[in-house]
């Protein structure tokens, strides 16, 4: 172990042996008794990444939900056990003669759990089967997504809004995070509001039951009601309502179509621009044992998907990432458990507490998952001693400036001088990440807040004023 990583450790075990304070600073116990917020309901840890005594540390030992903030966790952890180097193979099998660039049956496309396969990368890939000499596929588009054990839970087990994108299902061949954004409009005729999709993809029934209308527009969710027929297939996909003029031009990020079926769309828009064409249609299928892949698609580094998955805190990639934690430890298919353990174990290598740690997925989307503020707080300086530091704190959003923290402190003294990740769900506000404060040092901040006040406005003004305090130290 070199030495900057155990002065970490040991900065860590300072800070576990330390008893919570009872109090917050004169001003932060301001804000609380403003906001009607018990301290009780706040765990808050706030240190300089260079000295083992806490500036504020408060309920560090109380498990708490951490929402999207268990980001750090996973992604931290990925970065360190895969390597910022890591990167995801999707394989190609031709299940047939090729002659002259003909294949005569079906190619099979077996995922591994490629987090970032999203449109572009996937047009890049067609374009090299191209390169290779592909031309026609006589046969059908086989999915083996047999990678990863399906998901633990249905995508409206959370919220019952199983369309919305942030409740999209993990797969091992997950493409373009299977999103849509529906576009209307209304008609220049003024009898009928159009609906576009994008991306257009062949295999999508739009059931379009708009209604124009006239009256004031309230928002595309006032207005506008999306269903689907069959919820096996996710499809076709039906919009009723009664849609004002005054609406304009609307977009709603939705999505549709199974795992396969959006693959099998999007791969036969992309492969088509190649001038590739694919006879069949879609179906679940299994690698050919013994054989070798035709081609093998690499995705870009985990150095640089990190970036999406914590700036603008994406689900998906998030859960891709447990999954990926658990290769190669455990044979396929593997299972998010499995990935929460080898977080657990690595946490436990470090000498960070796992006191009341739970781990659902990788996201945080969830109601079960648990952390300490000693653990995160613990997870982020450890994190800044890393040789992977630079990668990991470039994939945080600028207060002020972009991500999900674009809105916290704009046009203030703080704006882009704090990298962090925050969180929401229903009774849950957080916030951890780091603060270059006016003096010139660096304070790891780390808040978890759970209340059923957070979300109607204290949450956010109590995470603005522990920022700002932060700042002036």
Known sequence: ????????????????ARPALASLPAALEQVLRDTSLPSS????????????????????????????????????????????????????????????????GDVLLRGRGDPYLIEQELWRFAGE??????????????????????????????????????????????????????????????????????????????????????????????????????????NPVVFTGDYPHACGAQTLPRTALTPEAYAYGLFKNVWAQWGGTLAGGVARGLRPVGQKPYYVWYSPPLAELIRPLNKWS???MADALLYALADPTHAPPLQPQDGAREIERWLDAQGISTQGLVIENGSGLSRQTRVTASTLGGL????????????????????????????????APETGRMHLKTGHLGDVAAVAGYVLARSGRTYAVTLLMNHPTVNQGSGNVFMDAVLKWTFQH
């Not at 592909?134 to 588009?141: F, K």
């Not at 994190?383 to 704009?410: C, F, N, Q």
Request: net charge neutral; proline share 9%.
């Open 314 to 316: 994406n689900n998906v």
């Open 129 to 234: 089967l191209r390169r290779l000499g592909l031309r026609e596929i006589t046969g059908q588009l086989l999915i083996d997504d047999s990678y990863f054990a399906p998901a633990p839970r249905a995508a409206d087990a959370f919220d019952g809004q199983p369309l919305r994108l942030y409740n999209v299902q993990p797969n091992a061949l997950m493409v373009n995070f299977k999103a849509f954004s529906f576009h209307f409009a209304p008609a220049a005729n003024g009898r009928e509001v159009l609906i576009t999709a994008d991306p257009a993809l062949p295999n999508l029934l739009i059931d379009n039951q708009l209604r124009p209308a006239t009256g004031p527009c309230h928002g595309v969710l006032a207005h506008v009601k999306m269903a689907v027929l069959d919820p096996v297939i996710a």
């Open 41 to 104: 309901a706040v765990s808050l840890l706030v240190q300089d990444v260079a000295s083992p005594t806490p500036l504020v540390a408060l309920n560090l030992e109380v498990p708490r939900n951490p929402a999207s903030t268990i980001k750090l966790v996973t992604s931290f952890v990925a970065l360190d056990v895969l390597g910022p180097l890591h990167r995801w193979p999707t394989e190609v099998y031709l299940l047939g003669p090729l002659e002259h660039g003909v294949l005569h």
């Open 380 to 411: 982020l300086g450890h994190a800044w001693a890393s040789p992977w530091m630079p990668e990991y704190l470039a994939s945080l959003a600028l207060v002020g400036m972009d991500g999900t923290a674009r809105k916290h402190l704009r046009k």
């Open 1 to 16: 172990m070199s030495l900057r990583h155990l002065a970490a450790s040991m900065l860590g075990l300072l800070l576990l």
